[in-house]
């Protein structure tokens, strides 16, 4: 990874990190919580329901599925997206460790 020197931090940190790219723009928010509300869908599903072109959705969709948190498998002519529940799972755990760790204080 360059510059950010990934391997001087843990696996786990690195993972973590890969993770949170899948919520690091708005237009990869709303496509997880399509997924989440409709189970499924297909590109041009996504350009009925995003301000956005096609080519951008798929460059989003692309970003999901390199982290992993989305697949996609072949449906006829199309793709059809879905959330890897495996990874989806991995996330969920991941991300409730860290958040439930912060024991607030009066002082910081």
């Known amino acids: 990874m360059g510059l950010t020197k990934s391997e001087l931090f843990k696996k786990r940190q690195n993972r973590l990190a890969t993770l949170a790219t899948a919520f690091d723009h708005p237009a990869r928010v709303a496509i997880i919580e399509y997924l989440l509300n409709n189970q499924t869908c297909i ?57 439930s760790r912060f024991i607030p204080k009066e002082t910081c």
Not at 48 to 68: C, F, R
Not at 72 to 89: A, F, H, Q, R, S
């Open 43 to 99: 590109t041009n599903d996504l350009v009925h329901e995003l301000p956005l072109s096609q080519s951008t959705i798929s460059q989003h969709l692309k970003a999901l599925k390199d982290v992993g948190i989305i697949k996609g498998e072949v449906e006829g002519p199309k793709l059809n997206y879905c959330i890897d529940e495996k990874v989806w799972t991995e996330a969920k755990e991941n991300f409730a460790d860290i958040f």
